[in-house]
């Protein structure tokens, strides 16, 4: 199966800041990877779709790039609502794999 | 609107088995290939199967591999979960996860507690 690296694991921010989340994939997986926001208590919910493709909805401080085997999550001007967890998730092939997630907190 | 309703999650001891499902409506079931996830109590997500549209075919992570069996009910706009075998490390909330044509797990239900205890 591809292990799906993904750092740090949690990190501290403050509103207004960049933050920065990167997956690295064990082998080539193309663009073939989902980046997935969860808030405490809820499902989690897509933003990024093949590595850069930004979802209806999502606020455009969210940007994806990457192909290969290192992609990369970006929060411009962190914002309250964006406190959460973050996943990646490699669709090239199955066993699908999520990282292990990263934290963003105050 | 999408809706993805889970039901079924309960208390069960090792070795039990149990049948989860997942009441899809607001699109074309049948058209769209459909994940189970999983989440630990405090842990990450874990992608356990999925199952595609038209002439399904099933993947499975090993961790379930042989004791789950994902399936689907296109009339009834529902997919399922079978699970046997059951042992601890399977006490998880577990989500039914659509998948778009190119977005991957582009809609999650709210998710159905599976607790595997003594």
């Known amino acids: 199966a591809i292990q799906m690296t993904q750092f740090p694991s949690s990190l501290s921010a403050s509103v207004g800041d960049r933050v920065t989340i990167t997956c690295r994939a064990s082998q080539a997986i193309r663009n073939d990877l989902g980046w997935y926001q969860q808030r405490p208590g809820k499902a989690p919910k897509v933003l990024i779709s093949a590595a850069s493709m930004l979802q209806s909805g999502v606020p455009s401080r969210f940007s994806g790039s990457g192909s290969g085997t290192l992609f990369t999550l970006t929060i411009d001007s962190l914002q309250p609502e964006d406190f959460a967890t973050y996943y990646c998730?490699?669709?090239?092939?199955?066993?699908?794999?999520f990282g292990q997630g990263t934290k963003v907190e105050f | 609107e999408v809706q993805l309703v889970e039901s079924g999650g309960a208390v069960v001891k090792p070795g039990g088995s149990l049948t989860l499902s997942c009441a899809a409506s607001?699109?074309?079931?049948?058209?769209?290939?459909m994940n189970w996830v999983r989440q630990p109590p405090g842990k990450g997500l874990e992608w356990i199967s999925s199952?595609?549209?038209?002439?399904?075919?099933?993947n499975y992570a090993d961790s379930v591999w042989g004791r789950f069996t994902i399936s689907r009910d296109d009339a009834a706009k529902t997919l399922y979960l079978h699970m046997r075998s059951l042992t601890v490390d399977d006490t998880a909330v577990y989500y039914c996860?659509?998948?778009?044509?190119?977005?991957?797990?582009?809609?999650w239900g709210q998710g159905t507690l599976v607790t595997v205890a003594s």
């Open positions: 199952i595609n549209h038209g002439r399904p075919t099933e």
């Open positions: 998730l490699q669709d090239y092939n199955y066993p699908r794999t």
């Open positions: 607001g699109f074309i079931f049948s058209s769209f290939s």
């Open positions: 996860v659509r998948d778009r044509a190119t977005v991957v797990a582009d809609s």
